[in-house]
């Protein structure tokens, strides 16, 4: 049973452009939750999806940042128009339902030059 | 909102030496996880105590959760360079939210 997969590993993106971060859960596991993690910061909550809806995204910026769950494919974490206050490391973790064991994936290195 | 206090901040301890990490919530907790994130990586569950009292090991690592739930404790035997990392604590808050704790950066001298 693979883990949780994220990609990409790492990210570089210039000031303006799109981050299209990816996330796959572990089979069988319909919850997913995305985290951040800013330089020399714990990791704060962004955002947690079931298949197709948004449970809570009381983490998530107000702009610029957004996330899906559709019903086929992965997770996504789309942040538009960067900034260099986005790098961060952004992980996100699944769980086979809420309140139960989340399971992290490796993180995707966000780098805004 | 819940805040989760970690301590100490950083270890630096010998090899073969025990040591202690505790966490301590500002509301009862209701469920309580141990993480341990490698530098770099991502984090990798270690345990899960949600019952007053509750006491579980893995290893030579054992985690406690106080009688009162607010507090809990990270305690490892003999320490390991492979010990090396940061520990997170982590609970569930009152809605969807998932909370970490400051962290603590402990590091093993061979």
């Known amino acids: 049973n693979a883990g949780v997969m994220q990609n990409p590993r790492h990210l570089v993106r210039r000031r303006g452009q799109e981050a299209r971060l990816r996330c796959s859960p572990m089979k069988g596991h319909s919850h997913v939750y995305w985290y951040r993690q800013l330089p020399e910061e714990g990791l704060k909550f962004m955002v947690y999806l079931q298949k197709e809806n948004i449970i809570d995204e009381s983490g998530m910026p107000k702009e610029r940042f957004s996330a899906e769950f559709p019903k086929e494919g992965p997770s996504i974490l789309r942040i538009q128009q960067v900034v260099r206050g986005d790098s961060a490391a952004y992980f996100c973790a699944s769980s086979p339902t809420g309140r139960e064991t989340q399971y992290f994936g490796p993180g995707t290195r966000l780098l805004v030059l | 909102s819940q805040e989760l206090e970690q301590s100490p901040q950083s270890l630096i301890v010998q090899e073969g030496k025990n040591l202690t990490i505790n966490c301590t919530s500002s509301?009862?907790?209701?469920?309580l996880y141990w993480y341990k994130q490698k530098y770099g990586e991502g984090l990798i569950f270690l345990m899960m105590?949600?019952?007053?009292?509750e006491e579980k090991s893995h290893e030579k690592i054992t985690a406690k959760l106080d009688e009162k739930k607010q507090q809990s404790s990270l305690h490892i035997t003999a320490s390991q360079p492979s010990h090396a990392g940061i520990y997170l604590c982590g609970a569930s808050g009152p809605g969807n939210q998932f909370y970490f704790g400051t962290g603590t950066s402990l590091t093993v001298i061979p």
């Open positions: 105590l949600q019952k007053g009292g």
């Open positions: 509301k009862t907790l209701y469920g």
